[in-house]
């Protein structure tokens, strides 16, 4: 096989799709029940923008790679700093009002749908390994350039997919969507 036959063999992988969720209200209610009122008037902002980066999540790529994954790295930040505060899960005394519902990448038929912030943040870490594979494939790998950004990008996505498999997914759920599960995880 010639290399540039062996140039065209790459692969991405595609995003998981996801319902809309409003995190804003559950998490100032939970906010001003918990702790005060005014306290949740002073995180109105960052309410605010962690409800902004949702909906922009929601939304089909746009059409720079680059700005998806912007997006994904910087929600998933977000959430990542709310779970030790505001503690997202069934339990009643946490912010049990919040679904996240998501698609299976492979099987678009399964969902998971759970009041889990550890499905929220596996499913932005596999749409963030996603994303990176897409970077990848859509770079020109006729130039060193090229060459150099698409394998940075397959890294990439593997490292995010690494990251999944072994932090996210055990905490996210058990028997849940297959691409979120530890031995699917690319």
Known sequence: MSYAAAVNVMLAVHEKKTTAVDLYRPLRNYIAYTFSERDAQVADDDLQTIRQLRLDLEKPSPSSL????????????????????FPISPDRSHVHSLTFTWFDAFRSNKTAALPSIHLEKAAVLFNLGAVYSQIALAADRTSAAGLKQACNGFQSAAGAFAFLKDHAAPKAVPGGPRSICRSSVP
Request: aromatic share 10%.
């Open 66 to 85: 680059d700005l998806r994954r912007d997006l994904l790295i910087s929600y998933f930040r977000a959430i990542a700093a709310v779970e030790p505060r």
